[in-house]
């Protein structure tokens, strides 16, 4: 069975701190996504990285591939309340399938 | 932006009857997907749909699953004799084409076995 392990599953700190998520598999992936959900909606799609090393940006925050491309990291600079939310990363092992890790909640407080 | 559409939001079934869940994917995607997410648990991959026929499916979809792109717009699931634990969010995805193309997720159906 394939696994991709989130950490840590639950975050809660003040604003203008920063932060990273992690996500670990011993799979390698062609490519990760991560996502950010809502409660009642589906995940939105924050960014993908595709080569092994990638870092990409999306303002205050930093998504990084891995080497190897099993792992991956989300990195949220001076975070802010708006920044609450799940997020979830998603690996892809397949040319089709998406393997999820367990989400991390977060929880920013002004 | 366009976006991945799914009904009904919620879905109230006896236990033993057929349910179908219905989605609009984006317009120019090629690619089809189904996962589900029972409540407080990873998501996970159902199936995947390309060019008519099913490319890829998990130990999930058994036989009681079944997909179906009925018309140019629409991709179904159907869940043939619905059991208390398919209860879930069913989530329909789409992408441009395989591998490293992101997928777009739909807002989901709950479905609710009693």
């Known amino acids: 069975t394939q696994l991709l392990e989130q950490s840590p599953q639950f975050l809660s700190i003040q604003e203008g701190e920063n932060l990273t998520v992690y996500c670990n598999s011993s799979s390698v992936f062609s490519s990760l996504q991560w996502y950010r959900q809502e409660p009642g909606e589906g995940p939105v799609l924050l960014v993908t990285?595709?080569?092994g090393g990638e870092v990409k940006k999306l303002k205050r925050l930093t998504f990084q591939f891995g080497d190897a491309r099993k792992d991956s990291s989300l990195h949220i600079t001076a975070a802010q309340p708006g920044d609450t939310g799940l997020y979830l990363c998603?690996?892809?092992?397949?040319?089709?399938?998406?393997?999820w890790g367990a989400g991390t909640k977060l929880i920013i407080k002004p | 932006e366009p976006e991945v559409t799914q009904t009904p939001s919620h879905q109230v079934t006896q236990m033993g009857q057929e349910v179908i869940l219905r989605c609009v994917p984006i317009?120019?995607?090629?690619?089809f997907y189904w996962y589900r997410q029972i409540l407080g648990q990873k998501v996970e991959f159902l199936v995947s749909?390309?060019?008519?026929?099913?490319?890829?499916k998990s130990e999930i979809f058994d036989d009681q699953f079944s997909v179906e792109r009925p018309d140019g717009s629409n991709f179904t699931l159907k869940i043939r004799s619905t059991k208390l634990e398919d209860s879930a969010m069913y989530f329909c995805?789409?992408?441009?084409?395989?591998?490293?193309?992101?997928?777009?997720f739909g807002d989901g159906t709950r479905l609710s076995i009693l």
């Open positions: 317009s120019n995607h090629l690619y």
């Open positions: 990285v595709v080569t």
């Open positions: 749909f390309y060019n008519n026929e099913i490319s890829e």
């Open positions: 995805a789409s992408n441009l084409g395989q591998g490293k193309q992101p997928q777009h």
């Open positions: 998603a690996g892809a092992i397949s040319n089709y399938q998406l393997i």
